[in-house]
């Protein structure tokens, strides 16, 4: 089987669609203010699993040509394994989170995993269109094909944003007794003198404003609000420790309007930084909802 595949006229192909694909699992895998991966095992780990992926991406076509089916049944037992890559980047972010002051919150981990999972697919996807393209249209034709490919997974690397369907604007932090408020907004009572303090020298708050029915309804879910917390605190740092409740970041939503009031505590005060950091917290996709795209049946009397 293997000197079949490896025959002269699909060397080249095999060869150009196997570089392509490691060159976009190389592309995808960066490490931003999430940090994660950051550790040189950890992307040891993915970069193997991209080579595996873009192998069995390359190989189908020749595989198919040469008749050989059994062949294309490996891409079913990758499919699981990526399926598996998903779980291991889902058990190890839940296990970081129970350290973090400010935790990702579930359904942020999830999309993460899924992510990782996804980026697999996409590999294969490249190196399956480019020695596709390599073996019907020359190698010129294989090159177009990879940079396009790799071009759309530059496009899918990046997702939606917060800023896309709520305006965020900073809001007046202020103390009444011992409620904290952010405008209007109640957020929590602080009992603790001291810490009642920090909040007036340390506090930001703001306020977010859906756009629509359906902005309204996805940044009520309460893992997006963790979602905005968690890059806050990444990126700006959080004025607080373990043990200290009063000085936790929170989110909290007025009922009758669905905006938002957001409480910061970020080690550096800085209020035009920490709007740029809320515009730019992705849509978690596991809580975007669009009830506004439900289709009513009537039922005629």
Request: charged residues 20%.
């Amino acid at each position: 089987m293997l000197k079949e595949l490896l025959a002269y006229e699909y060397v080249f192909p095999l060869v150009l669609g196997f570089l392509f694909g490691i060159m976009c699992r190389i592309h995808l895998l960066r490490t931003d203010y999430r940090q994660y991966p950051t550790y040189p095992h950890g992307k040891i780990i993915h970069i193997s699993l991209g080579v595996i992926a873009s192998a069995l991406g390359a190989i189908a076509i020749p595989a198919l040509l040469k008749e050989n089916y059994t062949a294309v049944t490996f891409l079913t037992v990758a499919a699981q394994q990526f399926r598996d890559v998903r779980n291991m980047e889902r058990t190890t972010l839940t296990e970081i989170d129970k350290q973090e002051l400010v935790p990702r919150g579930g359904p942020y981990i999830e999309g993460i995993a899924m992510v990782f999972e996804g980026r697999n697919y996409m590999v294969m996807f490249t190196s399956l269109v480019t020695t596709t393209a390599t073996i019907f249209f020359h190698w010129w034709g294989g090159v177009i094909a990879g940079v396009i490919a790799l071009m759309i997974s530059r496009k899918l690397r990046s997702g939606k944003t917060l800023s896309l369907i709520a305006e965020i604007e900073p809001g007046e932090v202020r103390m009444e007794g011992r409620d904290l408020y952010v405008n209007d907004i109640y957020i929590m009572n602080v009992g603790l003198a001291d810490a009642q303090e920090i909040i007036r020298e340390q506090g930001v708050g703001f306020i977010l404003t859906p756009r629509d029915a359906n902005a309204k309804v996805t940044i009520a879910h309460p893992g997006q609000r963790q979602a905005i917390l968690h890059d806050v605190a990444t990126q700006l740092g959080v004025y607080t420790d373990t043990g200290e409740p009063s000085l936790s970041p929170l989110v909290k939503r007025d009922i009758q309007s669905g905006r938002l009031g957001v409480f910061l505590l970020p080690q550096e005060k800085d209020v035009e930084r920490a709007t740029s950091v809320i515009r730019a917290v992705p849509i978690l996709e596991s809580v975007f909802r669009m009830p506004t795209k439900t289709r009513m049946v009537k039922k005629e009397l």
